[in-house]
């Protein structure tokens, strides 16, 4: 299976200031067939079901604020918040969708200081 | 305007059975890969379950394979999950998620039904 490792744990963060989470897979994520990286970011606001923010890799999904961007290769990648708002707090999860099983980062919760 | 409704949550002792549902609705369920998401007290996200848009596709976790048995209605625009031989361990936030119909990441979510597997 491929492990999917998220850092930080915890991220306090200041309005407007910019803001970053780590994602680091066992293995690579791209495919090599295809030339897509399967990995996908997934923000879970408190008491709400998890929402998607960029797929494969670097897309915005829809109606996602420009403010948040997804980069990286192979196996280490990067959810940047170019300026932090109140309304962006919660637990983000990376995802990969390369393989079954499907499997999830651990979280980073986002917390305003 | 796509709907995931979950049911069927509930307590229920360890080794007994549940099955959830959850229904589709806004879009057309036949065209859609569904999965299964589960989410354990205070803790982060699991995948449990996929079904390719014609049933004939079905993918598990270790950790269900054998228990579990996700399934879909296309006429009743339903997903389901049979869960078999419960433990302690399934107790779980879990949610419906449509795959999107051509990128595959989850771009649908239900509320979630809770299931909590206790004596």
């Known amino acids: 299976d491929i492990v999917m490792t998220q850092t930080p744990l915890s991220l306090p963060v200041t309005p407007g200031e910019p803001a970053s989470i780590s994602c680091r897979s066992s293995?690579?994520?791209?495919?090599?067939?295809?030339?897509?990286?399967?990995l996908d970011w997934y923000l879970q606001k408190p008491g709400q079901s998890p929402q998607v923010l960029i797929y494969s890799l670097s897309y915005r999904a829809s109606g996602v604020p420009e403010r948040f961007s997804g980069s990286g290769s192979g196996t280490d990648f990067t959810l940047k918040i170019s300026r932090v708002e109140a309304e962006d707090v919660g637990v983000y999860y990376c995802m990969q969708r390369l393989k079954f099983p499907l499997t999830f980062g651990g979280g980073t919760k986002v917390e305003i200081k | 305007e796509v709907q995931l409704v979950e049911s069927g949550g509930g307590l229920v002792q360890p080794g007994g059975s549940l099955r959830l549902s959850c229904a589709a609705s806004g879009f057309t369920f036949r065209s859609y890969w569904m999965s299964w998401v589960r989410q354990a007290p205070g803790k982060g996200l699991e995948w449990v379950a996929n079904?390719?848009?014609?049933?004939?596709?079905?993918y598990y976790v270790d950790s269900v394979k054998g228990r579990f048995t996700i399934s879909g209605d296309t006429s009743k625009n339903s997903l389901y999950l049979q869960m078999n031989s419960l433990r302690a361990e399934d107790t779980a936030v879990y949610y419906c998620a449509r795959a999107h119909d051509s990128v595959d990441y989850f771009d649908s979510w239900g509320q979630g039904t809770l299931v909590t597997v206790s004596s």
């Open positions: 293995q690579s994520l791209l495919d090599s067939d295809d030339g897509n990286t399967y």
């Open positions: 079904i390719k848009q014609d049933g004939n596709e079905k």
